[in-house]
């Protein structure tokens, strides 16, 4: 560790524990109690039981991309209140003020171990990253922009799934980015898809699970469906590991389980393989 | 058509029409005169008709949409088009009964249909699953898109489920990607595509076969990320509010017409398509030929192009610095 000597983009977003540097995390798994500097150093990943504790998205690029590599694009970018859903535009700006994000993503330019990529990063804090007009509309551009620039796309999901308060506009943010996708990918570009936890509904339903590649950190839910609905409509016992990256990874959605602490290397071997040979940032 | 189970806000109407039936009656058994009193109710029916129909909520429309006598995609098929030549199975898995689908004749045109189709009473839902499609009814209806590719023949997605299926099955073999796969090959298909909500268009399910190059709707059709319920319990941690959620939502042919969502509302008989199978199937064909027509007009680059772009302007955000 210990690669990341400036980090650039300290100023995207607040950080995620209330508790200033130098305190205590206790992990949510095990309930070690780990300090901040030892948890931080270990990209947040538990010293006892290797639990991935959320990571925001900001903490997510300065772990992925090379230094000084990223480029944010369209920071202004947030949703407006096109239904005039009770309570949402006050719901946003809570959560752009406690988290310093606009909305639930961050894209930008960057590179991963040199090579060419456009990222795009969930951040659960915000209204459980759920996709309303802005992620989708970032997304899209994010992979547009790759298309064009001959760039890799790698996407960090999580989220609830669409947002509820923005309605049929949310839904067709899983077909605009899909679409996005499916022009990339007849551009014979790589996409890697990232699964953390939680990622569900409408986004599983769309760019998630499109990846040609398709990662997920050990442990983390992934599914369509809440546990909750399919208990409901089945009447059935779910099985012990149901909906975690490891069930997936037997059930044939996803390619590998890959570690926090790899995942940056991983995605560089692998675009070793699918950008064309020479390409650098 | 046969009498129809009534809804809630029915029951004015059919109260009504009762009286005027045993006014007949009465009057056929009798020799007074009772014209003048039928002429009275019937102008009142028909007004009351007007008042409720004309001024359906947002959950008066849902109401309709699942209305257990509506129309099914089946029934549409039966009566909208001719020469239906049912295919089945995903070639890996198995058959979904919940998404059949074929080729079909539309006047002149050979086209191919794929849609959710509910059951009538508890037997045929056991085998269509309420309209719930599992993997495999995705992955069917993809296969015979791509068919319809190769022969050049367009593609008509006729919508009508609450969702797909939320199963430990469906898990297993991951709804969500058969879902997201659909969305992504539709984008691409190179023959014209109609997508048209029949009834319910509950969320991914029913996005999972709507990308095309038309999206309509039937007048009392539903189309939601979430179901009022859904919503109700979210938002007002009690079910009960549906009716405010489904106003919230935005849901009806109406509002997503404004909203230029849709391309356009399909009308149905009066009080809803359950009323008159035969009318609502006409319309359909109407204005289904209308816009095949015009989309068979069409280059097929620029059609794509044209698809892509009106997924791609679906959204609403500001930003400095543009707009
Ligand atoms: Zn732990």
Redesign the pocket.
């Given at each position: 560790m210990g690669i990341f000597k400036k980090r650039s983009i300290a100023s995207l977003g607040k950080k995620k524990s209330d508790m200033p540097e130098g305190l205590w995390n206790k992990?949510p798994?095990?309930?070690?109690i780990i300090d901040e500097i030892t948890l931080k150093q270990r990209h947040r990943v538990?010293t006892?039981?290797?639990?991935h504790f959320t990571l925001t998205a900001p903490d997510r690029i300065s772990m992925l991309l090379d230094v000084d590599s990223f480029e944010e694009l369209d920071p202004t970018l947030e949703s407006t209140d096109a239904l005039n859903f009770k309570g949402y535009t006050d719901k946003v700006k809570g959560y752009q003020k406690k988290t310093g994000l606009k909305d639930a993503v961050l894209t930008g330019r960057g590179a991963v171990l040199e090579h060419p990529v456009t990222i795009g990063v969930m951040d659960f804090r915000f209204i459980g990253a759920s996709m309303g007009s802005a992620v989708g509309e970032k997304l899209t551009r994010a992979i547009e922009i790759a298309t064009a620039e001959k760039r890799a796309v790698i996407i960090v999901c999580s989220s609830g799934g669409a947002r509820m308060h923005e309605g049929i506009l949310s839904l067709m943010q899983m077909a605009k980015t899909s679409g996005a996708l499916a022009r990339h990918h007849e551009a014979q570009l790589p996409y890697i898809s990232i699964l953390t936890h939680p990622t569900t509904g409408g986004v599983t339903a769309s760019f998630a699970t499109l990846g040609d590649i398709n990662i997920a950190e050990p442990g983390c839910m992934i599914g369509f469906a809440g546990p909750r609905v399919i208990k409901e409509t089945t009447h059935q016992n779910l099985p012990p590991d149901f909906q975690t990256a490891e069930f997936l990874l037997d059930h044939g959605l996803i390619d590998m389980i890959v570690p926090r602490s790899m995942m940056r290397e991983r995605i560089g071997e692998l675009l070793d393989y699918m950008l064309p040979v020479g390409k650098t940032a | 058509m046969t009498a129809t189970e009534p809804l809630e806000f029915e029951k004015p109407i059919v109260n009504l029409e009762r009286q005027l039936a045993d006014l007949r009656d009465r009057a056929a058994d009798s020799d007074i005169d009772m014209s003048t009193e039928m002429k009275r109710i019937e102008d009142k029916l028909t007004k009351l008709k007007g008042e409720i129909y004309r001024n359906l909520s947002p959950w008066q429309r849902v109401q309709i949409a699942r209305h257990t006598q509506r129309p099914y995609m089946l029934d549409y098929v039966e009566h909208t088009f001719d020469d239906f030549v049912e295919l089945h199975g995903d070639r890996h898995i198995g058959e979904d009964e919940a998404m059949p689908g074929g080729f079909v004749r539309l006047e002149g045109h050979r086209v191919m249909v794929v849609g959710h189709q509910k059951g009538r009473d508890t037997k045929e839902n056991l085998r269509r699953n309420f309209g719930s499609a599992h993997p495999e009814g995705y992955r069917k209806a993809l296969r015979l898109m791509k068919m319809a590719e190769k022969f050049n023949l367009p593609i008509i997605t006729l919508i009508d489920t609450p969702g797909a299926y939320p199963g430990i099955e469906a898990e297993e073999r991951n709804i969500a990607e058969a879902i997201a796969f659909n969305l992504r090959e539709m984008m691409m298909l190179r023959v014209p595509i109609i997508a048209v909500v029949l009834g319910e268009g509950g969320s991914g399910g029913a996005l999972g076969i709507g990308i095309g190059d038309r999206i309509l709707m039937m007048e009392n059709a539903y189309y939601s990320v979430i179901s009022p319920e859904g919503c109700a319990a979210i938002l007002w941690k009690d079910r009960k509010y549906a009716p405010e959620s489904a106003s919230a939502l935005k849901l009806s042919a109406e509002d997503l017409k404004k909203m230029e969502v849709i391309d356009e509302v399909i009308p149905e008989p009066m009080g809803g398509a359950h009323h008159d199978h035969i009318t609502a199937a006409h319309n359909l064909k109407r204005t289904l030929i209308k816009h095949l027509h015009d989309l068979e007009s069409i280059d097929r680059d620029a059609l794509l192009e044209q698809r892509y772009q009106k997924f791609r302007k679906f959204g609403e955000f500001r930003e400095k610095g543009r707009r």
């Open positions: 992990c798994s095990c309930g070690a538990c006892k039981c290797d639990h | -």
